[in-house]
């Protein structure tokens, strides 16, 4: 049987949130998915509050996993401890609450869902990302495994797919808020992708209004943050996972306007 798994990319604010409960429920049929991760760690701007995880989850996320602005709202810091279906990157430090491993039921088979950061260009005093997949990936494995690898640098996600490849069933990138055109199987049967893109405004720079982002490179007072208005995309990645060998077979864009 072949398994589907869609990663949706980094939901951006009220509009994103709006866009993705209007758009991913229908994919979701359209396309026969098992299991959907999202990233939520834009949906109040930066950081994510309680309430959005839960329209998360209700817009059809089966695990929500985060990044770099994970503890910018810091109300997220009690949920984080008690949802064991919202994860955060699991290289952060042991002082931080929550987790960043889960293993959860997909049907008949399990998956294991990890969220990691990069620390190339990303200076959250994160431990080793490889040397912590490493340790997570040791004893019985799920079935499937799949990774959300939360990173700045093309460079450190493609060496991780290459490192963690036949280890896993997919990793995708987060974070650049742009999609990569090099969905693929890695040689050993991992499905990749470098970014999925954002669930947010079409008209935007990675979610804010352009005008702001230019006063910000102008080196002027670009002002509060702020998420743009108008029209929204949906963008992510769907896996399709073969359920006896645990590879992936095919890896399809999805992008929903
Ligand atoms: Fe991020």
Same mark, same amino acid.
């Given at each position: 049987?072949?398994?589907?798994?869609?990663a949706?990319?980094?939901v951006?604010?009220e509009q994103?949130?709006?866009?993705l409960?209007?758009?991913?429920?229908?994919?979701?049929k359209?396309?026969?998915?098992?299991?959907?991760?999202?990233?939520?760690?834009n949906?109040?701007?930066? &950081?994510?509050? $309680? @309430?959005?995880?839960?329209?998360?989850?209700? !817009?059809? =996320?089966?695990?929500?996993? /985060?990044g770099?602005?994970?503890?910018?709202?810091?109300?997220i810091?009690?949920?984080?401890?008690e949802?064991?279906?919202?994860l955060?990157p699991?290289?952060?430090?042991?002082?931080?609450?929550?987790?960043?491993w889960?293993?959860?039921?997909?049907?008949h088979?399990?998956?294991?869902?990890?969220?990691?950061?990069g620390?190339c260009?990303?200076?959250?005093?994160?431990?080793?990302?490889?040397?912590?997949?490493?340790?997570?990936?040791r &004893?019985?494995? $799920? @079935?499937?495994?799949v990774?959300?690898?939360? !990173?700045? =640098?093309?460079s450190?996600? /493609?060496?991780m797919?290459?490192?963690l490849?036949?280890?896993?069933s997919?990793?995708?990138g987060?974070?650049?808020?742009?999609?990569?055109?090099?969905?693929?199987?890695?040689?050993?049967?991992?499905?990749?992708?470098?970014?999925l893109?954002?669930?947010?405004?079409?008209?935007s720079?990675?979610?804010?209004?352009?005008?702001?982002?230019?006063?910000?490179f102008?080196?002027?007072?670009p002002?509060?943050?702020?998420v743009?208005?108008?029209?929204?995309?949906?963008?992510?990645?769907?896996?399709s996972?073969?359920?006896?060998?645990?590879?992936?077979?095919?890896?399809?864009?999805?992008?929903?306007?």
């Amino acid at each position: 049987m072949i398994y589907h798994i869609l990663a949706i990319g980094d939901v951006v604010g009220e509009q994103g949130l709006a866009h993705l409960s209007k758009s991913l429920r229908a994919v979701k049929k359209l396309k026969d998915v098992h299991f959907t991760v999202v990233n939520g760690e834009n949906a109040a701007g930066t &950081g994510i509050l $309680p @309430r959005q995880v839960d329209q998360l989850y209700a !817009a059809g =996320a089966d695990v929500v996993t /985060l990044g770099n602005h994970t503890f910018r709202r810091q109300q997220i810091a009690g949920r984080l401890e008690e949802d064991p279906y919202l994860l955060r990157p699991a290289n952060f430090t042991g002082r931080a609450p929550g987790r960043g491993w889960g293993v959860y039921d997909c049907g008949h088979i399990q998956i294991g869902v990890m969220n990691l950061i990069g620390r190339c260009g990303l200076d959250f005093h994160a431990d080793n990302p490889f040397i912590a997949a490493d340790r997570l990936l040791r &004893g019985d494995a $799920p @079935r499937f495994t799949v990774v959300d690898f939360h !990173a700045e =640098a093309t460079s450190e996600k /493609l060496a991780m797919g290459y490192y963690l490849d036949g280890r896993v069933s997919a990793l995708w990138g987060t974070h650049t808020h742009v999609p990569t055109a090099d969905g693929q199987v890695l040689p050993k049967g991992t499905g990749y992708v470098s970014d999925l893109g954002m669930t947010g405004p079409i008209r935007s720079v990675l979610g804010i209004p352009p005008e702001q982002s230019v006063e910000l490179f102008l080196g002027g007072v670009p002002g509060p943050y702020q998420v743009a208005d108008g029209p929204c995309k949906m963008e992510g990645v769907l896996f399709s996972l073969d359920g006896e060998s645990g590879r992936c077979v095919d890896v399809e864009r999805i992008d929903i306007r």
